[in-house]
């Protein structure tokens, strides 16, 4: 990696290979002139270092500056690709020192509550004189392509009866079938919490860790003894689930088959209520939903409380919150729905960000942000009647180029935005070395500003604040010069 660091770092100056040869070939030939005057002429070697001291070498000094300037714009654009590439090989890289997540949109289905009942179905048939003989040689077989198939798992008792109408046989089958009849949840109180993982966290790509508890209540509503089913669908998209717990009146339930969810059936008195608690963490990335439900049903109480630290959209044609509450990194969104009709669901999208996609940010902009700083500088330095020299802000040019440099090595061994902070701090701190403390505005800019794409999400915002607290600084700080005297 270092030969290639070289290697792009030497390609800088293989278009100028030309221009240097010809600034060799021309400082030897000014060196030969002024030899020659020193040696023939020496007033005009005198007038003509003269001219060098009070003229050229200042010009050039500031020429040589600009130069470095572009050069350090141009070594950040290769930095930035170096940086780049270092971080995708080792995302790319078959084996690594870390578990790759496999972070999904979450959907997590609201649980479904069902009494068994059986229902008698009645089918009547005439069989003619032709059909009766048939039944006779083959059975009732015979009449199975009129008849529902009587082998289904439902049916729990089948009755066949034959009486005589004259010259037919009235053939009637009763059926009787256990089915299932929804119980509405009495009430649900669901809290989740999305905590966020940013690139500058250490992620590849943006993710959440969540945490999911639940209560839900209901009750028989028949007047006698029911088997009840209560079935609570596991998340979709959720990975790998810890902590997962269904605790029913108290007691955790053992699922030994989870194909359909966590399911629980047992007998319920008239009017029992039964209380149900449900608990798991996982990772998720991109989005959260809620399915209250598949059509329109009514919903009698449902509270739903998303705890994130991150700005959250919403699907369209979903569910907005009904309240919102923001505090300093937190926002809590709350859904109170009672008595509603509703076939809309909960859902919430996130913006996400690739390591590599915020550090291309970072390091496309930090040349912007050195421009940004060496004009302000000046404007400061007008404001504040400061004064400089090319060397000193060539060192400084350098120590932000060397901090950069470094942060964006530290960031295969550290946290990325640890490693920007040492590198920017170590930038600031070199580059007021050089300049002095009064420059202390122009070296924030160029060596924090690029830093404010570390915080996903909110880069714009903070730059926007930092360009306004910089031309208050210009407008409020300046010091006042006295008005020309006419």
Known sequence: ??????????????????????????????????????????????????????????????????????????????????????ISVGENARAGNGADLDAAPTVQPSPTITYLTEQTYTRTLVVPPSLLKRVGEQGVGALAPYLTDPTSQNVTKLVDKFRRSGRDVIFTRQATLTSEAPIKLDTSRVNVNLDFV???????????????????????????????????????????????????????????????????????????????????????????????????????????????????????????????????????????????????????????????ETLGKLYGFAPLSLLIATVFGGLWAWGHGLRTTPVQVALALLA?????????????????????????????????????RAWWPPVLIAAALPLAFLLVGNAGLIITLSGVVGLAALIWGRRARPHPVL
């Open 1 to 86: 990696m270092v030969q290639v660091a070289l290697d792009a770092f030497w390609s800088l100056f293989s278009g100028w290979h030309v221009a240097l040869w010809a600034l060799l070939v021309l400082a030897l030939i000014g060196a030969i002139g002024l030899l020659t005057l020193r040696l023939g002429r020496r007033d005009r070697y005198e007038s003509a270092m003269r001219w060098l001291r009070e003229a050229a070498w200042p010009v050039g000094s500031w020429a040589a500056v600009l130069l470095l300037l572009g050069f350090t714009f141009a070594a950040l654009g290769v930095l930035g690709n170096l940086v780049i590439s270092r």
């Open 400 to 436: 932000v180029l060397a901090g950069l440099t470094l942060g964006g090595m530290l960031m295969s061994y550290l946290l990325v935005v640890w490693a920007g902070l040492i590198g920017g701090v170590l930038s600031a701190l070199l580059a007021l070395r050089a300049l002095g």
């Open 198 to 356: 940013t690139p500058a966290r250490g992620a590849r790509r943006t993710y959440y860790n969540a945490t999911f508890a639940a209560e839900y209540a209901f009750t028989n509503p028949l007047d006698r003894e029911i088997t009840v089913r209560f079935q609570f669908p596991l998340p979709e998209g959720s990975g790998t689930l810890s902590g997962f717990k269904v605790i029913v009146n108290g007691q955790e339930l053992t699922a030994a088959d989870l194909s359909n969810g966590s399911q629980w059936e047992a007998q319920m008195a008239p009017r029992e209520t039964a209380n149900v608690k449900v608990t798991y963490a996982h990772q998720g990335a991109r989005g959260w939903s809620y399915l209250l439900a598949s059509r329109r049903e009514p919903i009698k109480d449902f509270e739903l409380s998303v705890k994130t630290n991150e700005a959250a959209k919403f699907a369209r044609y979903s569910l907005p919150p009904t309240q919102t509450a923001r505090s300093l990194g937190s926002n809590t969104l709350s859904w109170n729905l009672k008595d509603v009709i509703t076939a809309q669901d909960v859902a919430m999208t996130f913006s996400s960000a690739s390591l590599r």
